[in-house]
């Protein structure tokens, strides 16, 4: 017998089985999906570190 294993919605926080019939998984909806993903895309949300440092030179072959 296997365990049901859940999360809670990133947006909502409702309870979402982890599933493949989940199919918004972790969210519980394509709503919460794109509410999050407008929050990133207007730099709500963002991952904590250095951002990465600009070039001073114009070549395209630099290295990263």
Excluded: Q, Y
Excluded at 26 to 53: H, M, Q, T, Y
Aim: charged share 25%; proline share 6%; with cysteine.
């Amino acid at each position: 017998m296997s365990k049901i294993h859940t999360v809670n919605c990133p947006a909502c926080h409702t309870e979402v089985r982890w599933s493949e019939t989940s199919h918004f998984r972790p969210f519980c909806s394509d709503r919460c999906r794109l509410i999050d993903f407008g929050e990133w895309a207007k730099e709500e949300k963002v991952i904590a570190g250095n951002p990465f440092p600009l070039s001073d030179s114009n070549d395209e072959g630099g290295s990263l």
